[in-house]
């Protein structure tokens, strides 16, 4: 079986690379870091597609060192060992460059066993992570390397590469190809950002269409790399960072009134199948952003939600949608979520202090009480079913949690309360 298209045409040079020209472009970081030819030890943080790998192995061919490839989901400390082993000998005379793919899977002693050889200078590392290395990378290592990002490809980018890839089939197979117009622009915004997807997408294409008649040329149909497509604009992993970006990404949108936004990252979601996601975070909106300032978004939300969930996708969509256009057009408020802070803000400092006695679940007093009696103060007992009474422990008799919000339903609820708590409380 011969390697994948995007193996089997990958650059030799940072000129034939795509994308990425914030780093590679001419007088970019990265790029006149491999020309001096003193390589740092590196991190490569990106998506999968972008270009890592192709990048750490130029950069071992330009500066003629050994290439040692690792991948952190099956490589261990005797496969560590095993390269250290070749250190000063014949078979690497410049030097080590070990490219460790995925470093976010060895553990914490894996990579402290890299230590020792990195700050010696006698390994060079370049390791690879689709995963936030801050998080992941042992910090010690992190330190000693420097963090380059690799970013999407734009589908601009993404398109050449693509006309490449069909034109560089055409040599391999000896026949021509009539791509059918749309064809390379498809492809290239379906892959989301990931060339080796698109490559996938070129062979499969090209495969895929009706073998020519007569020496005619082979037909790549727009219609074809539609089917063979369909899904392939999806990067979405429920543990990673784009689980949590797009999430994040939603919740914004909701809370910043962009319902257009909000819709697209709930289609993306949908579209991932994580409807359970898209519900707990439209729930967690209506109450958090919206709340006060219009409380029936509550159980209308819960309700969309429970339409939601019953039926599944992807009729799911239809509720989910309007529960989201609705939580983007109602007028917002967080007192609610600022006040619960700043009540548990306290508690978690230890300001708490006795139930005042009115207040306690007590029917009868001790002989230690000097003062008999409850004196709990039943308010609707009173006109306007209220009246002033201490309810705060003595600690925290002064505390204001609650802050009404500018909008027209906590202002009306605040004028009502001001009204009432000014007149003298008197019994019905």
């Known amino acids: 079986m011969s390697a994948p298209l995007a193996d089997r045409m990958r650059p030799k040079t940072l000129d034939d690379v795509v994308g990425q020209k ?15 030819g003193a390589l740092p030890n590196m991190i490569f943080y990106g998506p999968s597609g972008t270009g890592k ?8 061919e330009s500066t003629q060192r050994k290439l040692h490839k690792l991948n952190g989901t099956n490589a261990g400390t ?53 995963e936030n290395p801050y998080f992941y990378v042992y910090g010690a290592v992190l330190s000693r390397s420097t963090v380059f990002e690799f970013r999407h490809v734009t589908p601009a980018d993404v398109e050449e590469a693509v006309m490449r890839g069909f034109r560089f089939l055409e040599r391999e197979r000896g026949e021509a190809f009539e791509i059918e117009a749309g064809v390379s622009r498809h492809i290239a915004a379906a ?16 495969l895929a269409a009706k073998p020519p008649e007569n020496g005619a040329a082979r037909v790549v149909t727009l219609e074809g790399a539609k089917s063979l497509t369909q899904k392939s604009a999806m990067r979405y992993d429920r543990e990673g960072d784009e689980h949590y970006d797009l999430l994040s990404a939603y919740q914004k949108s909701m809370r910043g009134s962009d319902a257009d936004a909000a819709l ?17 975070r439209l729930l ?104 002033p009474q201490q309810y705060l422990p003595d600690v925290l008799k002064a505390a204001r949690y609650y802050i009404p919000a500018e909008n027209k339903n906590e202002q009306a609820m605040k004028d009502y309360w001001e009204k009432i708590k000014q007149t003298k409380p008197e019994k019905k």
């Open 191 to 206: 892959c989301g950002g990931d060339v080796r997807k698109a490559m996938n997408a070129v062979e499969l294409c090209v």
């Open 53 to 60: 790998t192709t990048v750490a192995r130029i950069i071992a």
């Open 284 to 387: 967690v909106c209506a109450c958090e952003d919206v709340g006060l300032a219009y409380p029936m978004i509550m159980p209308i939300v819960k309700a969309a939600v429970d339409i939601a969930l019953q039926v599944g996708l992807p009729e799911a969509q239809i509720p989910l949608a309007d529960a989201v256009i609705l939580v983007c057009s109602s007028p917002k408020s967080n007192s609610g979520c600022r006040a619960i802070g700043a009540a548990m803000a306290d508690v978690q400092a230890g300001k708490t202090g006795p139930v005042p006695r009115s207040l306690q679940n007590k029917h009868y007093d001790g002989e230690d009480q000097a003062v008999k009696g409850q004196f709990y103060l039943y308010p609707h007992d009173f006109k306007n079913h209220w009246t």
């Open 78 to 130: 005797a496969d560590i060992r095993a390269v250290v082993a070749q250190i000063d000998t014949l078979a690497a005379p410049n030097g080590i460059l070990l490219y460790l793919d995925e470093i976010q899977y060895l553990n914490k002693k894996q990579q402290q066993s890299l230590l020792e050889y990195i700050e010696s200078g006698k390994i060079t590392l370049i390791a690879s992570t689709t």
């Open 264 to 280: 697209h990252y709930l289609a993306r979601l949908l579209e991932a199948g994580d409807l359970p996601s898209a519900c707990r």
């Open 22 to 36: 914030h780093l590679l472009s001419e007088n970019a970081p990265l790029r006149n870091i491999i020309a001096s």
